[in-house]
T-cell receptor, first 114, second 114 residues
Framework: DAGVTQSPTHLIKTRGQQVTLRCSPK?????VSWYQQALGQGPQFIFQ???????QRGNFPDRFSGHQFPNYSSELNVNALLLGDSALYLC?????????????FGSGTRLTVV | KQEVTQIPAALSVPEGENLVLNCSFT??????LQWFRQDPGKGLTSLLL?????REQTSGRLNASLDKSSGRSTLYIAASQPGDSATYLC?????????????FGTGTRLTIIP
């Protein structure tokens, strides 16, 4: 049973560029959440997608956007990249949108902005 | 606003010792608390999920307790091994409809000395 899969694993981009990260949830899960984790910090919530809609959003600028597809997979898009966007981006999936049964995380995408 | 704290930030213990990691949270209105393990540069691995109605959960050498009224959780690791070296993160799911984003502490970096 495949867990949460994220692609790519590593990415290097230049300031001002745009990037798209991808996530496939664990089988049977319908909700996807995205987190940003800076070095030495706990993950910070970006947003959550359920039924192809953004259900919750953290304190991130509009440069961060997302999408959920009918098969529950999701994309995170970041426009106009800043050096400060360099981080590990984690995707988590859950059985339902309230997290009543916990979350399963992927291995993350390491984004470096130069 | 829910805040999660983990103290100490780092801990080193000799192999074979039993140890306790601490987690505290400010708002007792939670659905559950989850402990995760994170190896350097990697994603999160779920260790234990405790629902708000439960007092503890056990998995192998790990035991997690929850005291919701005092806003505390502990993760007990028995007979520590070098392979237990990692960062341990706790996270709570707030009981706040439409705002159930998983909220993390900053983690405890554990080193087991052979």
């Amino acid at each position: 049973d495949a867990g949460v899969t994220q692609s790519p694993t590593h990415l290097i981009k230049t300031r001002g560029q745009q990037v798209t990260l991808r996530c496939s949830p664990k089988s049977g899960h319908d909700t996807v959440s995205w987190y940003q984790q800076a070095l030495g910090q706990g993950p910070q919530f970006i947003f959550q997608y359920y039924e192809e809609e953004e259900r919750q959003r953290g304190n991130f600028p509009d440069r961060f956007s997302g999408h959920q597809f009918p098969n529950y997979s999701s994309e995170l898009n970041v426009n106009a990249l800043l050096l400060g966007d360099s981080a590990l981006y984690l995707c988590a999936s859950s059985l339902e949108s309230q997290g009543l049964y916990g979350y399963t995380f992927g291995s993350g995408t390491r984004l470096t902005v130069v | 606003k829910q805040e999660v704290t983990q103290i100490p930030a780092a801990l080193s213990v000799p192999e074979g010792e039993n140890l306790v990691l601490n987690c505290s949270f400010t708002d007792s209105a939670i659905y559950n608390l989850q402990w995760f393990r994170q190896d350097p540069g990697k994603g999160l691995t779920s260790l234990l999920l405790i629902q708000s109605s439960q007092r503890e959960q056990t998995s192998g050498r790990l035991n997690a307790s929850l005291d919701k009224s005092s806003g505390r959780s502990t993760l007990y690791i028995a007979a520590s091994q070098p392979g237990d070296s990692a960062t341990y993160l706790c996270a709570v799911t707030p009981r706040d409809f439409g705002n159930e984003k998983l909220t993390f502490g900053t983690g405890t970096r554990l080193t087991i000395i052979p």
